[in-house]
């Protein structure tokens, strides 16, 4: 029972997620949801309750997808980490389907009725938290101030995403964050090598599919 009960929710929340980033909050009805997971509206409502209660559920189930994502790259040295997490968390924006939704939920949140989740505080600390391992290191330049720097680079990069799904549907978007670490690395590096940074993070995301726009990072790239 509980098990049937776990999957019935799953569905749900999948289809829900699909409509979420298709159609936005308020364009999706839960007769939708229902027509796309194949359950009943009453079993809609019994797992969830409301449409408010759904978004919330992929919202959370949004950030749930995080701490494996960061734990997955910890045995990196700290910016090497940072920059193999930025892409990992890319990939995840264009793949993922309950993280895009839950992305486009956060934005239309003044149209759902329900407490949420704060976005970008936890990214902050993460970031914080491995420039000064960086720092401890080594690793970092002088004067970089790591709270202020996580601030300025979680910006940049959620920022990336907004302006590369609105062009492009976020197809380009490891060639866009490629440039934006070519932009940055110079002033976090102790001793900068963006490109050699990059090219070790490009040999552990190799797409095995190959279609992955990335171009190899190129020093005359490197903005001087």
Not at 166 to 179: P, V, W
Not at 186 to 207: E, F, I
Request: with cysteine.
């Amino acid at each position: 029972m509980q098990e049937r009960a776990a999957t019935t929710r799953r569905a749900v929340l999948e289809a829900a997620a699909h409509l979420f980033d298709e159609k936005g909050y308020a364009g999706t009805s839960i007769s939708d949801i229902s027509a796309l997971s194949g359950r009943t509206s009453g079993a809609i409502y019994f797992h969830y309750t409301s449409k408010e209660n759904l978004a919330r559920a992929v919202i959370e189930e949004h950030f749930a997808t995080w701490p494996g994502l960061i734990g997955g790259v910890a045995a990196q040295p700290p910016l090497e980490q940072l920059v193999l997490l930025s892409f990992t968390v890319a990939r995840a924006f264009r793949d993922d389907v309950v993280v895009r939704a839950g992305a486009r939920l956060w934005s239309e949140r003044k149209a759902i009725d329900a407490v949420l989740p704060v976005p970008f505080v936890g990214w902050i600390d993460t970031v914080a938290g491995l420039l000064q391992q960086g720092r401890a290191d080594g690793d970092l330049a002088v004067g970089v101030e790591p709270r202020q720097v996580a601030h300025v680079v979680v910006c940049a990069f959620f920022g990336l995403h907004t302006v590369s799904d609105a062009l492009d549907g976020r197809r380009q978007i490891e060639a866009h964050l490629t440039s934006l670490w070519l932009l940055l690395l110079p002033s976090l590096q102790a001793h900068p090598d963006p490109v050699a940074l990059l090219t070790r993070v490009r040999a552990r995301l190799a797409d095995p599919t190959g279609t992955e726009p990335w171009p190899a990072p190129s020093q005359a790239a490197v903005p001087g």
